[in-house]
């Protein structure tokens, strides 16, 4: 009973605690506060998932996060009667690093792949070579199909334009890094390549490397869909 009593307490004040937040009457830094926000630039914490998450149904929160993004994008316009219809799609044309081509995307694909470049891609491309990435090579975003392009089944999240495949990596020396060719080495390409994987999973929702399956041997698949794998 005593237990049970103790425990309905400390409901109660992590309740009246996050009442006070988002009322405002207790002020917390914008990075712990859940209706904050999502500024890509700060690093990543214990609510960045939930963040993301808000994004989702949230236009113009998502609209605020691209904001600290660095990306530069361009609005598309709307296709509802599409057989893929794309609605609030964006273009994404790069930022501190340069792309293959531009993408289209959701915005919250396009947030995912800035917090990536900033929290993942950079930290990883400075601890194994001491130089940042300065382009990445990708195979697309959007594409009008169903899974694996089966001609049954669900919808690609490549439809929605809320995935990307990102086929390698540019250091600023030059040097070209291959998820094809340098995955299966023993080498700092390879490590390289798993720790940038390892990193996106924090960050996107779906992240499917050449360790989950043949069709990914050239390529990460990054997407921002309702499932959670990390392979």
């Known amino acids: 009973m005593r237990l049970r009593w103790w425990l309905l ?13 988002w009322r405002g009457w207790v002020s917390v830094p914008p990075q ?3 209706w904050a926000p999502l500024d890509v630039k700060a690093p990543p914490n214990l609510l960045t998932r939930y963040k ?35 609605i609030d799609a964006l273009r994404v044309q790069g930022g501190d690093v340069a792309l293959s081509s531009s993408f289209l995307a959701s915005c919250r694909l396009a947030v995912s792949f800035a917090l990536f470049e900033h929290h993942a891609l950079q930290p990883a491309a400075q601890a194994i070579y001491g130089q940042n990435v300065a382009r990445v090579d990708h195979l697309g975003s959007f594409a009008c199909r169903n ?23 540019r250091l600023a020396d030059g040097r070209a890094i291959s998820v094809l060719k340098d995955w299966p080495k023993d080498n700092q390409d390879a490590q390289f390549l798993r720790q940038v994987r390892d990193g ?17 041997r050239n390529h ?7 499932w959670w794998v990390c392979n």
């Open 147 to 169: 899974v694996y392009g089966r001609e049954s089944g669900r919808l690609s999240q490549h439809a929605s334009a809320n995935a990307l495949d990102i086929a390698g990596f």
């Open 32 to 34: 712990w506060n859940p």
């Open 52 to 86: 993301l998450m808000r994004l989702r149904a949230d236009p113009q929160l998502c609209d605020q996060a691209l904001s600290s993004s660095g990306l530069r994008v361009t609005r598309q316009a709307d296709s509802p009667d599409a057989k893929c219809p794309l």
């Open 9 to 21: 307490l400390g409901l109660s004040m992590m309740a009246a605690a996050g009442l006070g937040v």
């Open 220 to 226: 990460f698949h990054v997407d921002v869909g309702p």
């Open 200 to 216: 996106a999973c924090g960050l996107f929702s779906v992240v499917l490397s050449p360790d989950y399956n043949a069709a990914h």
